[in-house]
């Protein structure tokens, strides 16, 4: 938004420049064009993390799946699983949206604090319900001492759990230090079209 505005403030100063020749004029707007492009491709990378385009061409399997992908190469040597067994049938975008960030948070944790050597990621159904599991043989860690400590956001925990909670459903985690992790979101299924 400061790079918008600070854009509209060039225009403005080019508009007062009629009498500065033509290659003035050509430079300032050259420039301008720059800025342009560069928050156009911005704002695109901000659309894309609020959706990831993935899950709207392929769904939430496979968006799991390449961000799976991507954290194993990221990683070294993780071993990385994606069980789906959700089938084709699509959900409402906002569960998607929702299990997918969860993953997301939940891979990062993996990436950054487990020092696992293997990562399964599944969804399935549970009755009426979505079930997403994110299972690490890390380090795990004492789970009352992250969330002890509400606004810190260690470990995305809390934020997972909101996301997860806002849209119906509930967050479990399970983790002790030297015995890996266990993320598992279950959420109303909730069929899209």
């Known amino acids: 938004m400061q790079n918008l505005a600070a854009i509209g403030l060039r225009l403005e100063r080019a508009y007062a420049l009629p009498d500065a020749g033509p290659e ?3 430079a300032v707007l050259q ?3 720059r800025d342009v492009a560069t928050e156009i491709d911005e704002l695109r990378r901000t659309i894309g993390a609020l959706r990831p385009l993935l ?3 392929r769904g939430l399997a496979a968006a799991v799946r390449d ?3 991507e954290v194993a190469a990221r990683a070294g040597p993780l071993r990385c699983q994606v069980v789906d067994e959700l ?5 409402r975008p906002e569960v998607e949206t929702a299990l997918f960030r969860v993953a997301q948070q939940a891979l990062a944790n993996v ?4 020092a696992a050597g293997g990562v399964r990621v599944a969804l399935r159904r549970s009755g009426p319900s979505v079930v997403l599991s994110v299972e690490d043989d890390g380090r795990g860690f004492d789970l009352s001492h992250v969330e002890v ?3 810190h956001g260690g470990f995305g925990l809390i934020s997972m759990r909101e996301r997860v909670q806002a849209i119906g459903g509930r967050l479990a985690v399970h983790s002790r230090p ?3 992790t266990r993320v598992e979101a279950q959420v109303p299924a909730g069929e899209g079209p």
């Open 178 to 180: 030297g015995g890996g």
């Open 67 to 69: 961000l799976a992908e």
């Open 111 to 114: 990436e950054r604090h487990a």
């Open 55 to 57: 899950l709207d061409q």
């Open 87 to 91: 089938g084709a049938a699509r959900l």
């Open 31 to 33: 420039e301008l064009r």
């Open 149 to 151: 400590v509400p606004g």
């Open 24 to 26: 003035r004029l050509r």
